[in-house]
C-alpha cells in the first residue's frame, strides 16, 4: 500500500525528521489562502501515486499566493499517468544548496533491509543506478542487531563534509530506519533531501510505501488508505477479499491462485487476445467470492467475454461451479462465460454446470482459444 | 532418491487442530507421509485424524523424533512457529502460511540459517515426493513417480505444469513449491543444486515469476553447476510494472523483476523457456533426448476487426475444439 507525500511528511515531523511546513488544499482558493499565511514562496505539489510528478508538470513553484492559485487550478484535475489529482501539498519553498538521495529498501536478495545513499539526488534513483552507479553508496542492515550509528554516520558521511550536517543526517537515517521496521515499510525515501542556505539538512518530499503483509499491525496507516486514488473496481475487490489488477483488454479471466493467472493471462496474450485483468480468487471455495469476481468484470464495459480457470487443490470445483450458477442467475451477464474446472471435486461441477447448460473445458489452452474467439465475435 | 523429503520423513504438523491444518494433516496421512504427531498450545491429549496432538514443539519432537514440521498457522503467529520448530531442532520447516510481514521473515531468515536449518516457504504449497511422503497441500493425485524435478514460486500453476507432464506419462522425483513471498527460506538456487545432486532426477523443471531476480541468480547457477537438462516457464508476460500480482513477491519495481528478462536471461545458459505449461512435457522429452528445442509457431486466434477475419478465426476454432461435447470425459476426474 502507498499513502501520499503529505501524509508521509505528518509521520515524518512526527518522529522529527525536519521537512518544510506544508497543508493539503482540494481548491484553488484553499492554495491561496494557505500560500498567504506563510508569507513566502510555496511549491504546489500534485498528490497522486505516480513517480515522474515533476516532469508531468504535477509540481510547482509560485512567487506569490495568486500565482500559488493559478499554479493549483492547473494542478487540481490534471491526468498524470491515468491518475486525476485531487489534493495538492502547499508548502514552505526552500533554498536548495545541495540534493541527495536516501532511502531504505527491501532487498530480496539478501533478506535485509538495505539502505542506499547518494549526493546525486532529486532525481530517478533508477536512472543514478543505471547511468552511475558509483555514486550509490549501499549497506545491507542486519535485520537482527539494527541499525548502529556509526553505519548511519558512514553514510552520512558519503553525502556531507559539513559536521553539522553529518550529525542532522545520521539523526534523520536512524529516525528513518525506525520508521521503516516500525511501520512494517516495504520503502522509505527522501529525494531530495537537501541543504538549505542556512546549511540545514530537510526533507523535501517523503516516501513510504507498506509492506500489505504488516498492515495488520497498523490500523492507523490502513485509515490514510486513499480510495480516491485507487481503482474503485481494485477497492471492490479487495473488500470481496479478492486479488485483483485492472488492465486495459476486453477478456475478463477468473483463476486460482496467483502464479496460474498470470499464466492464464500470459496464454490469452499469446493466442492473440488481450485480458481485462488479473483477478486470483484465492485459496478457499467460498462461492460468494465467485460471484464478486463475476460481478466485478461485469462491470468493466469493455468485457467481452469472462474466462475462468480452477485448478482445485484446496479449492473445490463443485463449490466454484455453484458459484457460477449464482451469479448467472443473479447478474444475467450478456457476455459469454468459458469455464474450465479441473482437480478436486470436477466430476460434481460438470454435473453442476450441464445442469445449466453452461459448456465447459477440457484444457487450459483450449478455453483459452474459445474465450478469445468469443470475444471476437461480441465485440 | 529424491530431495528434502521421502520415506524417512517424520512430521509433526503446526497447527493441527485448525480448519486447513486438520483437513491437510488427514490428507497426508492418507498419501503415505508418516505424520508421527501435530501442536497446538492448548490442544495437547487430543487426537486429529488419530494423530497425537502436543502443546509444544519441545515436547512432540522429544516424543516422536520427528525430524521435519509443517506449518498451517494464521499470519500473525507463523513466525513464532518457526522459531519454535527450528529451536526444538528440527531440521525442514515447511511453511504454508500466506500473509507474514516481511520484517518477521528477515528476523526468521537469520535464525533458521544460523542454526543450519532449512526452511520451505512461507506461502508455498510445500512438497511432495511421488508415492513416499507429501508435506503441504498439494494434491496427491496429480503426480506421478518418475525422473523429473519440478520447482516453482507458485502453486496452482504448479499443480498445472505437473498434471501436464503426468498426462503425457513423464513422473517426478520431487515436486517442490518454494512460495511467493519477498522472503523465501528457500530458494530457486538451493532446489537446482538439489536436483543436480539428486541421482533419480533426470530433468528439472522450474518455474518462475515476475518480482526479484531470483531466476537471473538460478540461471548463473545453471550456467556454472547444472548439467541435467533444465526447462523453464515464467509468468507473469503480460503483467503492468509496480502492481503486485496476488503474490507478495510478484511485482515488476520500476524496470527490474520483468518476465521478459527472466526468460532472457534462462535462454542464454541453454535453458529453454515454455510458452505455455502445457508446452513443458514435449520440452521436457526433447531436452532428455539430447535434441534442441524446436520452437513451435503459435497460431494466433486473434479476433480482427474485420469481419471476414472473425468468421475464418471462428471456423478454425471450433473446428478444432471439442468444446461443445462436454459428456466426452478423459477418466482423469476418477482419480482424484
Known sequence: MKIHEYQAKVIFAKVGIPVPAGEIATDSVQVRTIAQKYNKPVMVKAQVHVGGRGKAGGIKFAETPEAAQVLAQKILGMNIKGLVVKKVLVTSAEDILSEAYVGIILDRATKTPVILVSSAGGIDIEEVAAKTPHKIHKLSVDPVEGLKVFQARNLAYKLYKEISQVRETTEIIMKLYKLFWELDASLVEINPLITSNAGKVIALDAKINLDDNGLFRHPEIEAMRDLDSEEPSEVEARQGGLSFVKLSGNIGCIVNGAGLAMATMDLVKRYGGDPANFLDIGGSSNPQKVVTAIKIILEDPKVRAILINIFGGITRCDDVANGIVTAINELKPSVPIVVRLTGTNEEKAHKILRAVNLPFGETLDEVVKKAIDLAGIAA | ?336
Open chain 2, 1 to 336: 532418491m529424491s530431495i528434502f523429503i521421502d520415506k524417512n520423513t517424520r512430521l509433526i504438523v503446526q497447527g493441527i487442530t485448525g480448519r486447513d491444518g486438520s483437513f491437510h494433516a488427514e490428507q497426508m496421512k492418507k498419501y503415505g507421509t508418516n505424520v508421527v504427531g501435530g501442536v497446538t498450545p492448548g490442544k495437547g491429549g487430543s487426537k486429529v485424524a488419530g494423530i497425537q496432538v502436543f502443546n509444544t514443539m519441545e515436547e512432540a519432537v522429544s516424543k516422536t523424533i520427528a525430524n521435519t514440521s509443517v506449518i498451517y498457522v494464521p499470519p500473525a503467529f507463523a513466525a513464532d512457529s518457526i522459531y519454535e520448530a527450528v529451536d526444538s531442532g528440527i531440521k525442514l520447516v515447511v511453511c504454508i502460511t500466506e500473509g507474514i510481514p516481511a520484517n518477521d521473515m528477515m528476523k526468521v531468515y537469520a535464525f533458521v540459517k544460523e542454526r543450519g536449518a532449512r526452511l520451505i516457504g512461507p506461502n508455498c504449497p510445500g512438497l511432495i515426493t511421488p508415492g513416499e511422503s507429501k508435506v503441504g497441500i498439494m494434491p496427491g493425485s496429480i503426480v506421478k513417480k518418475g525422473g523429473v524435478g519440478v520447482v516453482s514460486r507458485s502453486g496452482t500453476l504448479t499443480y498445472e505444469s505437473i498434471w501436464a507432464l503426468t498426462l503425457a506419462g513423464i513422473g517426478q522425483s520431487t515436486c517442490i513449491g518454494i512460495g511467493g513471498d519477498q522472503i523465501i527460506g528457500t530458494n530457486f538456487v538451493d532446489c537446482l543444486d538439489a536436483f543436480n545432486k539428486d541421482s533419480a532426477t533426470k530433468a528439472i523443471v522450474m518455474i518462475g515469476e515476475i518480482g526479484g531476480s531470483d531466476e537471473e541468480e538460478a540461471a548463473a547457477f545453471i550456467k556454472k553447476h547444472v548439467r541435467k537438462p533444465v526447462i523453464g516457464f515464467i509468468a507473469g508476460q503480460t503483467a503492468p510494472a509496480d502492481k503486485r500480482m496476488g503474490h507478495a513477491g510478484a511485482i515488476i519495481s520500476g524496470s527490474s523483476g520483468t518476465a521478459a528478462d527472466k526468460i532472457a536471461a534462462l535462454e542464454k545458459v541453454g535453458v529453454p523457456v515454455a510458452g505455455s505449461p502445457t508446452e513443458i512435457p514435449s520440452f521436457v522429452k526433447q531436452m532428455l533426448r539430447g535434441g534442441k528445442i524446436k520452437k513451435v509457431a503459435v497460431s494466433v486466434t486473434s479476433h480482427s476487426k474485420t469481419k471476414a477475419n472473425v468468421t475464418k478465426t471462428r471456423k478454425v476454432t471450433s473446428s478444432s475444439s471439442n468444446f461443445s461435447s462436454p459428456v466426452k470425459k478423459a477418466a482423469k476426474g476418477k482419480s482424484r
